[in-house]
């Protein structure tokens, strides 16, 4: 039996305790959930959900790789902050969304993911397409599951979602054999989820953000790191608040572009490898680092010995576990970053005047800005990305894949709004920008969706652009062609006596060809004479688009903290 | 640093294996775990005996395990009065003539003899730690052939008071 859902919102469903299959739970269990889209690719252990699919038209959109399914549910997750669900079969298509699983965890993004697996009664006789995927997948999701019996598949389901979009997020995974999608059950989806072991602490502490405002008070050199915590907890709002009230400069860490303002008079810009002089000196210099829900990953930090040395560190994080765990920590806040900015605010404290400190970092600002040089007939990288930025006037959502282009991106679009930028920051993910775009085009169908992608990155992922073709779906592609792997090439000419090892392509595939071979819009631009005309064409047309720019080819990413500096060594800050 | 820490877990498949993969992948130096029912057959207790660095070191383990869904509750009971035991089976070379000198330095321990053989005796001892070793030390000049120990287990004792009052791990509240 198999009752037909009108609305994938949870309105029409009067399923209760009604007998039926583990597939079709599970379809109910989705409409529950209000899951509008789902990302996947079918096979033999996972036939009876599509079955259901099918039967009940749930939407799914097909994926033309595995690794596509569930970068395109990343990105969902990062734009809509509500779970991407990804549905693969058992084997190869299971051990395809790896990546993507490992992407979502480092990076804490909400993920319900479902494997199909061979029937319970073979499982571990190496059965055909058979793998251990919980086994394989036990240290990369926030929690996974194996269904052995179809009663408790309302119950897993639920507190899958449970789990995922709860405290810090990250990607839950059911292993779903398939004598037990067929099984039958009765469907009960009201119970209580009820984890003894699992308890966040969204509340902070009172006494702990009263220590916080009082070392507000006394700060000389206050500095706020804000990371992507303040956008899955919402928060951008009670930041800007908060540092309006406190009149604290704020610097952001890579996956936290857009949680504060970034053309905000008090935004320093991005931290870390490749952040702004100013960032990381605030860093460096501060007597009071206030991080809000970031992890003080060493792309951020640079060399921990030399890390914010005359700091006192307020950390304040969902993740008990990650207080303390590179950096000694003096005022641990656990909680929502919401609830603690919220508190903070309310408590009213003396407002940071701290006028030699601002003026310090006003003078870096002037002195040391991100900078390029325009030089002969060729289109520069950080150039493109402003004209991005000044065509789409910052309100964007913009992907990037993993290399040189994703760190100008973060660099040169100013991020004024959260939740507008998807990158793959702990992993970096080659091969998830642009399927990251076509499930942030779903998350988001009325704004702009650029992906900002590398030559080489696009190669991983590229068969995606059929999805862009059947569904008419209006991704922007803008190829940032160097015609090499540029950041492995930029390390090479660095750090390896310009042995360009196996990173510069002696041939390409014709990119424009290929987008039309999906029946795409290709432009190839050469001339940085015609790039804005071609920008602003392209971006206006209504479908899908793919851009492939010449960019110049030697450029490097500055400034930048070479490997096991501190923020204080920063090279290329001038030109 | 040695510490005693007790966990309470879910007694579901794969439970071991989480913890386990979470000490390997994390680094963490453990010396011993042992795991078992509970008067609650939907619970498991384990026991670890752990070697860390340093404070920040410890709250790490103890944090990276409460962050399981399946770990209900975690405690460092090092500096708490406890009962810790563990039991080892020792086999030792023995020649006839060496039996009665095993039997009776195995008395003071309250170790057994379990299993004779014609050139070794296999003797059973529970005890805490230092116990044990200590028994083993003693075995050695003779000549020890086969070790089996099963790890610490432990929990706190019913009456008495802490020692110590432990540290305070937790910042939740
Ligand atoms: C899956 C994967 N493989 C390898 C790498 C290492 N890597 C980092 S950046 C990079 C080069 C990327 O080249 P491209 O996509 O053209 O971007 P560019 O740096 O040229 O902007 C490579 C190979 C990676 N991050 N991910
Ligand atoms: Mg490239």
Redesign the interface.
Known sequence: MSPKLKEADGRELKTENQEMTGSSMLIQALAREKVDVIFGYPGGAILPTYDEIYRTGIRHILARHEQGAIHAAEGYARVSGKPGVCVVTSGPGATNVVTGIADAMIDSLPMVVITGQVATSVIGTDAFQEADVVGVTMPITKHNFQVRDVEELPRIIKEAFHIATTGRPGPVLIDLPKDVSTASGFFNYDQDVDLPGYQPTVTPNKHQIKKLVEAVTKAEKPVILAGAGVLHSGAAKELLDYVEQQQIPVSSTLLGLGAFPGNHKLSLGMAGMHGTYTSNMALHETDLLISIGARFDDRVTGNLKHFAPGAKVAHIDIDPAEIGKNIETSIPVVGDAKEALRMLFEAKGTPCECTQWKEQLNEWKQEYPLWYKEEDNSLKPQRLIEMIYEETKGEAVVTTDVGQHQMWAAQYYKFDKPNCWVTSGGLGTMGFGFPSAIGAQFAEPDKQVVAVLGDAGFQMTAQEMSILQELNLPVKIILVNNASLGMVRQWQQLFYEERYSNSLFPVQPDFVKMAEAYNIKGWKVEDPNEMQGALKEALNYEGPVLMDCRVHKDENVYPMIAPGKGHHEMEGIKP | MKRTIIAT??NTS?VM??IT??FA?RHFNIESITVGMTENPAVSRMTFVVNVDDQ?GL??VI??L???????KVRDITDDAIVARELALIKVVAAPQHRGEISALAEPFRASIVDVGRESVTLQVTGDQQKVEALIDLLKPYGIKELARTGITAFKRGTKKSVFESPKYS???
């Open positions: 877990v879910n794969g294996n989480r993969g979470l992948r920040r709250d790490q944090k990276q409460n962050k399981q869904v399946d770990v209900l910042i939740i509240n």
